[in-house]
């Protein structure tokens, strides 16, 4: 059973940093990517940062670019998201997910759709 468990959120002031982990396991399909998304009450889920598992290329929304930064371990069990420069608009539940492979071209890299799993969740909150 694939399992992915965020954690690190927490509530900061702006301009604030924060680091968010995720650990995978129970993983046996080889993985196109993970990524990383946003969600706020009453609107879609959001692709904040997302990484190709086989060349590393790392992908960001716009609006956290040169602020956020994705990251993998060797054995991809461990996912991570450095924010820095925090704003309130990157208040949210967090959510880590795992694409498999081969993956749809259909789906951006940083669309919902391109992933399969997802864990639970974990709140950031920035405060101005």
């Known amino acids: 059973q694939v399992k992915l468990l965020e954690s690190g959120g927490g509530s900061v002031q702006a301009g604030g940093s924060l680091r968010l982990s995720c650990a995978a396991s129970?993983?046996?399909?080889?993985?196109?990517?993970m990524g990383w998304f946003r969600q706020v009450p009453g609107k879609e889920r959001q692709g904040v940062a997302s990484?190709?598992?086989?060349?590393?290329?790392?992908y960001y929304a716009d609006s956290v670019k040169g602020r956020f930064t994705i990251s993998v371990d060797n054995d991809g069990q461990t996912l991570w998201l450095h924010m820095d420069n925090l704003k309130p608009e990157d208040t949210g539940i967090y959510y880590c997910?795992?694409?498999?492979?081969?993956?749809?071209?259909?789906?951006?890299?940083?669309?919902?759709?391109?992933?399969?799993?997802w864990g639970q969740g974990t709140q950031v909150t920035v405060s101005s």
């Open positions: 997910a795992s694409g498999k492979s081969p993956d749809s071209a259909h789906y951006s890299i940083l669309a919902p759709g391109k992933f399969q799993d």
């Open positions: 129970g993983i046996t399909y080889k993985r196109c990517c």
């Open positions: 990484i190709y598992m086989y060349n590393y290329e790392a």
